[in-house]
């Protein structure tokens, strides 16, 4: 079965340092994954996807199929990056069926 | 606001009960989601109907069900409440129903609470 996992529930990191959110995912077809933002009293927003290959606010994530990974990074995390991430896949092309991961929140420190 | 809009924001009401939460897509937008977040579950896909047609369904319970009306607008009905039902209820829309590239905007969400 289709499942996404994000092993850490809340990852602190000081700001200025590098941050990984991990993100594993099973799927038996051709994955098609992203990452999705929640800032605090905001809405769940699309981080990035992906197919378009893009870096939004810094951050950017390789999609791994031998290790079945899709890891979101940035560089130099800011205090501004604090927020609840999941990571998503999509089952199904014709809709739009996403399969969610947990979330992990990020606590980025002054 | 001319971004999804949903009433209303909190709702308490009792186990047995039935409620009906209402989504108002973004102008332009044909696809509308229903979404499911609690602590237990996480945050889970229900459904989505796309210019009033069921497109996709998830882990939608048999006890739930969602219509798309003419204006766009879609309701999703909850019945025979339970207190494991108490949750976040998202909805978001999009231009197209299909596709990496269609990106959904979220809803504010509606705050159920089963007593």
């Known amino acids: 079965a289709q499942r996404v996992t994000q092993p850490e529930k809340l990852l602190s990191v000081f700001k200025g340092a590098p941050v990984e959110l991990k993100c594993n995912y099973s799927?038996?077809?051709?994955?098609?994954l992203f990452w999705y933002v929640q800032y605090s009293r905001q809405r769940l927003q699309l981080l990035l996807r992906?197919?378009s290959r893009e870096s939004i606010k810094g951050f950017t994530a390789d999609l791994n199929k031998g290790e079945t990974s899709f890891h979101l990074k940035k560089p130099f995390a800011q205090e501004e990056d604090s927020a609840m991430y999941y990571c998503?896949?999509?089952?199904?092309?014709?809709?739009?069926?996403?399969?969610f991961g947990p979330g992990t929140r990020l606590s980025v420190l002054p | 606001d001319s971004g999804v809009t949903q009433t209303p924001k909190h709702l308490i009401t009792a186990t047995g009960q039935r409620v009906t939460l209402r989504c108002s897509p973004r102008?332009?937008?044909?696809?509308v989601y229903w979404y499911q977040q609690s602590l237990d579950q996480g945050l889970q896909f229900l459904i989505q109907?796309?210019?009033?047609?069921?497109?996709a369904k998830g882990n939608i319970l048999e006890r739930f069900s969602a219509q798309q009306f003419p204006d766009l607008h879609s309701e999703l009905n909850l019945s025979s409440l339970e207190l494991g039902d108490s949750a976040l209820y998202f909805c978001?829309?999009?231009?197209?129903?299909?596709?990496?590239?269609?990106?959904?905007?979220f809803g504010p969400g509606t705050r159920l609470t089963v007593l």
């Open positions: 978001a829309s999009s231009v197209g129903g299909r596709g990496p590239y269609n990106e959904q905007f």
């Open positions: 799927y038996s077809g051709s994955p098609e």
């Open positions: 992906h197919i």
């Open positions: 998503a896949l999509l089952i199904d092309n014709y809709g739009q069926n996403f399969v």
């Open positions: 102008s332009g937008d044909l696809s």
């Open positions: 109907y796309y210019n009033g047609e069921e497109r």
